[in-house]
């Protein structure tokens, strides 16, 4: 069982920043695939980024690539979901998500646990 506890979100300003983290319990963190999804109003959810056990592999939304990078430290249970010029667009709720298989997929029904989400709201 894995546990997961998102931070970091809030109000920015267009073109702004905002790093999101998520901590995980459990002590197999690093055999855990890593992703991030969004959801905005009235919208379904959507993958944003995941990444590999390792953290040598990550795939990308094309919406989010070359302004979003997630990372991960397996010493400290977390995965981080750094978020550069920020549109309104970004406006959603972030999701972090785990999965215990090696591959790195984009599909919601691959991930096993899914924590409670953080706001994340970008002023135009």
């Known amino acids: 069982q894995v546990q997961l506890v998102e931070s970091g979100g809030g109000l920015v300003q267009a073109g702004g920043s905002l790093r999101l983290s998520c901590a995980a319990s459990?002590?197999?963190?690093?055999?855990?695939?890593m992703g991030w999804f969004r959801q905005a109003p009235g919208e379904e959810r959507v993958f944003v980024a995941a990444?590999?056990?390792?953290?040598?592999?990550?795939i990308y939304a094309d919406s989010v690539k070359g302004r979003f990078s997630i990372s991960r430290d397996n010493a400290k249970n977390t995965v981080y979901l750094q978020m550069n010029s920020l549109s309104p667009e970004d406006t959603a709720s972030y999701y972090c998500a785990a999965r215990s298989g090696a591959r790195v997929t984009r599909q919601q029904s691959d991930y096993d646990y899914w924590g409670q989400g953080t706001q994340v709201t970008v002023s135009s």
């Open positions: 990444i590999s056990w390792s953290g040598g592999s990550t």
């Open positions: 459990g002590r197999t963190f690093s055999r855990y695939v």
